[in-house]
């Protein structure tokens, strides 16, 4: 009979933001840890969380494991006897293994001869009796960012059992049933206060909260209908989407309550706002609602105030102080303007919320006036004045300080704006903000809230009057980081600063790359510490919307651009390959993201990063998504590996055949082919350097009759040399027409 | 209740359990961590258990008695307790309700926060523990100190004095806390913090480079001393000047007197001090110590 098998790790407060993850893992190793042990479920496990528990559960699980049988595999016969016959050592170990005689082993035949082998039969274990070692190895399985010691270790040989935070209990019920199981505490901590964890019955509710008897007894339970719901009159909703649905009512009503509202969905709809920041704090109230579920048992909201004096401070500040630093919601008014209001997610059902409400009241003020302190400080020192103290903070240390750092922005921003953008208008702005740019990071508001780097600088900028193009460009420039988290600004809130901005954001992401492939810094597998990932995905995004971001509609080749930034460190040989391999990685990731099929991707990014050009590539990208229906052009891709192999030793052609050759050219399918090339290519280049590739591709796509009635009715390699050139150089024109826009032969491979 | 009342209760809830009551450092640090009664004894095997305030001075946070919140010295309340006992939580909650505060009337939490002092070689695994949103702990599980694998683990949990003093007498200006008897701690420290923060940040009848030159000799004098005690076996005067360094390189910091590469270099030159009288020590009192690391 199939029975349920419940888990539950009851540990002290897990960080919150490690919750998602282990819960996703405790499923996925359960799962596999059972088909392992050969225990077959009805359907996968199902998993919880909150942040002082792990909880599994199998519906229901088969009572016994399946019956095993293998045939091991020994010595080949040939080796297994001598010449009389007798078996030799080799035969004689490998049957004593298995505890039968030579004569008992059976002849299997593989592709490499036959082989002596023996038929292990296991009959499956009970449940109950396997259990244990799932268990074990469950704990090994999960893994997490940081894993710390607590002095317990298990018995299965492999020493200290690491853990996120000290497990408190173990709940491992099987139909109802304890399976037993230990944590083992280790010599040196073991006493009266530090014992091993075994296996029981028993939960524990919220560490306050309980509807009867003294919050922190233990809890008895037997199955897991039973668990949730003596846990809920506990107070702990085990349900992680329950909690987020409690969270998001509460936060409702109350801002209702307030005038106001605070649900970034509400916010949405409300339309563009003039807001700089309006995406940003929408984008940061839906992390705190995506965190807030778990770090709580048992949310409730409770709503406060602040006085209305602090509104004066700047709106990012106020929201990074509640968002950040106390994880509390700020409340809005119908024109999206700050209310002096906030809500706090709380884990009780408190006795006396007003309570609450006025110790945070006291705390967010506290912090409020501290940041209304640096800002009337930090407005006593122009950006300008603070330079000199960035040589102070180090930004690495083969790199130099922030100072250092800051000049090297601002000259590759002037010559990005100027070279790269033909914008020499904005050079000189674009040299100032990238100037300025680590400015605030010697201000007391950026050392205390960090978060707020870059728009503090941009903020201060405006304040002491520099232009729109200077002061929104250093307000942006650490935007985008990544792919699609945290967006670049909208050309709305960009105004005058588009161009600016675009300079100074690709100089500092592309320096930061440069210079730390340079140091040697590179990222390897899962460890990104220095996020040259997100710094690299930042820059290939703004160049693939280069002119819907700014305006800017020049031709820029990708590597010309992180050359000129690594000119500071002349980049060898050896970290110039690894950091094009890199960014390569990064323009094909951005592409994949944005939904293009991975084989037209493969199309339209060269091999060499000196030819990519983001926005040519995006274009190429769309227009390839257009035609995906186009059975010419597939057919053209298809012969066109066959044109690149042909004529992989023939070099580029400068024009279509000279007269010479041509006059060679007697077939008619490769007249029709010259032909339709001469009439079709001048087309092609103009669609292409208009960047009109729908039109380029078609007309690619058209030449499919004449190309497939060649191959089909022309052989190429004729024995005439002067024939087979003349063909060769015709099929090469052909190679080179395409090539020039993209692999299209790469369309067609198996994805 | 007075701040000294609040320090009494800590006193006897904490002595109740098994807790020795020690004194503060009588030296300049940062925090009660760097006390040989955390720095030595959470190194080896042998169980202990400790409280006790340290006065520790962040000469960074000098805010010349103007600020409500934030001052160059604050007290903390530190308990060590070695192993760390399985219901270690709980116990700190009851601590909270010997001191008048009813859990179930506030929100209590542990979130994520770990610790780490690049120049001690340490590191634990923990959290802040947050009182109505407001930071009144610091809970760490110890991994590492002096770069040497902890075995068993002992757990730290530092109290802030001041923050759960203005918590309880609902004041809104740490100078406006009554110490005790009717005294308030700015008639007590007001005087105090507005020099101490003056000298913190090099304001001084001498000029700013012969300040710097100073503490950079003053540094390396004990720093060279340092060295020699160890070198004498003289393990606790050791670490006592090694303590003296990671202050006058906090002072150089605060003064802006050293550069970027500079103050990498001396943070360097104090874990290597700090991780050799680490190692020392546990040689010195660890019967057949390996050293490790």
Not at chain 1, 683 to 695: D, F
């Amino acid at each position: 009979m199939d029975r349920e098998l419940l888990i539950e790790i009851g540990c002290e407060e897990i960080p919150a933001s490690w919750l998602p993850g282990l819960t996703a893992q405790l499923a996925a190793h359960l799962d596999a840890r059972l088909a392992a042990a050969r225990l077959t479920s009805d359907r996968p496990a199902e998993s919880y969380s909150t942040p002082r528990r792990l909880t599994a559960r199998v519906a229901k699980l088969a009572e016994r494991q399946a019956d095993h049988e293998e045939l091991v595999t020994g010595p080949p016969v040939s080796a297994a006897f001598k010449p009389d016959g007798a078996p030799t050592p080799a035969a004689e170990g490998f049957a004593k293994k298995y505890g039968v005689e030579v004569s008992a082993l059976e002849r299997t035949n593989t592709p490499k001869g036959t082989y002596l082998a023996y038929r292990v039969r296991q009959r499956g274990k009970a449940t109950v009796d396997v259990l244990a070692d799932v268990m074990g190895g469950l704990l090994r399985d999960l893994t997490f960012p940081k894993q710390m010691r607590w002095d317990a270790y298990l018995e299965d040989g492999k020493g200290d059992l690491v853990f996120a935070r000290p497990i408190r209990w173990l709940i491992l019920l099987y139909g109802g049933r304890v399976v037993p199981f230990v944590i083992r505490r280790t010599e040196l901590a073991q006493g009266p206060l530090v014992q091993d964890v075994r296996s029981g019955p028993n939960t524990y509710g919220h560490r306050f909260l309980t509807t009867s008897g003294r919050a922190g007894r233990a809890i008895k339970v037997k199955t897991f209908d039973d668990y949730e719901s003596r846990l809920l009159e506990n107070f702990v909703i085990l349900n992680r989407s329950e909690r987020e649905s409690k969270i998001r009512r509460e936060l409702e009503t109350h801002a209702r309550k307030l005038g106001g509202r605070v649900s970034p969905s509400t916010s949405l709809r409300a339309g563009p706002s003039t807001s700089l920041r309006a995406g940003g704090v929408i984008a940061e109230q839906a992390l705190l609602l995506q965190e807030v579920p778990d770090l709580v048992e048992y949310p409730s909201v409770v709503a406060g105030h602040f006085p209305v004096e602090f509104l004066r401070l700047p709106e990012e500040v106020l929201t990074t102080t509640m968002i950040h630093h106390q994880h509390y919601f700020p409340v809005v008014d119908d024109e999206g303007n700050l209310k002096p209001a906030f809500l706090a997610v709380t884990n009780t059902q408190g006795e006396k919320p007003e309570v609450i409400a006025r110790n945070s009241e006291r705390v967010l003020t506290a912090r409020l006036r501290d940041a209304r302190f640096f800002w009337d400080e930090d407005r006593k020192a122009t950006l300008e004045s603070r330079i000199e103290r960035l040589s102070t903070i180090l930004f690495h240390k083969k790199l130099g300080s922030y100072r250092e750092k800051a000049e090297r922005v601002a000259a590759l921003a002037a010559w990005i704006a100027r070279e790269a953008f033909h914008k020499p208008d904005a050079a000189a702005d674009a040299e100032r903000a990238g100037r300025l740019s680590k400015a605030d990071l010697a201000t007391d508001m950026v050392r205390e809230l960090t978060e707020l780097q870059g728009t503090m600088g941009g903020i201060y900028a405006r304040e002491e009057g520099q232009p729109e193009t200077v002061w929104k460009a250093i307000y942006h420039h650490y935007l985008p980081i990544g792919v699609e988290a945290h967006a670049p600004p909208s050309r709305q809130q960009l105004g005058a600063a588009a161009v600016t901005w675009a300079a100074v954001s690709l100089a500092d992401k592309l320096d930061s790359v440069a210079g730390m492939f340079a140091a040697g810094e590179r990222p390897t597998g899962s460890r990104d510490p220095l996020g040259l990932r997100r710094q690299a995905q930042g820059a290939v995004k703004i160049l693939a919307d280069l002119p819907e971001l700014t305006g800017v509609t020049a031709r820029i080749e990708l590597w010309s651009l992180v050359a000129q930034a690594a000119k500071p460190w002349d980049l060898s040989a050896e970290p110039q390959q690894a950091a094009r391999t890199f960014i390569r990685e990064r323009v094909l990731y951005l592409f994949e993201q944005r939904g293009f099929d991975a084989r037209n991707i493969r199309a339209a990014v060269p091999p060499s990063l000196d030819r990519v050009d983001m926005v040519e590539a995006r274009k190429k990208l769309e227009a390839l998504a257009q035609m995906s229906g186009s059975e010419a052009l597939r057919g053209v891709a298809t012969l066109f590996k066959r044109v690149k192999n042909i004529t992989k030793d023939v070099p580029a052609q400068a024009a279509v055949a000279s007269g010479a050759l041509k006059a060679s050219l007697k077939e008619p399918a490769e007249m029709t082919l010259l032909s339709e090339l001469e009439s079709r290519a001048p087309g092609i280049r103009r669609a292409s350097e208009r960047g009109e590739y729908r039109e380029a591709f078609a007309a690619i796509a058209a030449l499919q009759p004449a190309v497939a009635t060649f191959f089909d009715d022309v052989l190429v390699m004729a024995d005439d040399e002067k024939l087979r050139t003349a063909r060769l150089a015709l099929v090469a024109t052909l190679r080179d027409l395409i090539l020039d826009i993209a692999d299209i032969s790469e369309i067609v491979t198996e994805a | 209740m007075t701040l000294q009342d609040l320090i009494l209760k800590l006193s006897a809830f904490w002595a109740s359990h098994g807790c020795l009551l020690q004194q503060p450092l009588d030296l300049e640090v940062g925090a009660g961590t760097s006390h040989p009664e955390t720095l030595f004894r959470v190194l080896g095997p042998k169980p202990w258990s400790v409280a006790y305030v340290q006065p520790s001075r962040r000469p960074d946070d000098g805010r010349f008695g103007q600020n409500p919140n934030r001052v160059f010295k604050h007290h903390q309340y530190q308990v060590i307790l070695k192993p760390s006992p399985d219901e270690v939580q709980q116990l700190y909650l009851e601590s909270l309700e010997a001191c008048g505060i009813n859990p179930r009337q506030h929100d209590i939490r542990f979130e994520e926060d770990n610790w780490e002092s690049p120049t001690l070689g340490a590191w634990g695994i923990g959290w802040q523990v947050l009182l109505d949103g407001m930071e009144i702990t610091q809970f760490t599980y110890f991994q590492q100190v002096g770069g040497i694998d902890l075995a068993p683990i002992s757990c730290e949990i530092t109290y802030g004095l001041e923050r759960i003093a203005m918590f309880l007498q609902r004041v809104d200006n740490i100078f406006d806390l009554e110490w005790g008897g009717g005294v308030t701690y700015g008639e007590v420290r007001l005087q105090e913090e507005i020099e101490q923060s003056k000298y913190a940040f090099g304001q001084v009848d001498m000029p700013a480079e012969e300040f710097a030159a100073l503490h950079r000799e003053l540094f390396d004098k004990y720093y060279g001393f340092a060295g020699t005690l160890l070198a004498s076996g003289l393990i606790w005067p050791a670490l006592e000047h090694c303590l003296k360094c990671s202050h006058l390189f906090n002072i150089l910091d605060s003064s802006g007197s050293i550069g970027v590469t500079e103050r990498t270099a001396y943070i360097l030159r104090v874990r290597q001090l700090a991780v050799k009288i680490a190692h020392a020590y546990v040689e010195a009192t660890v019967p057949a110590a390996v050293s490790e690391g």
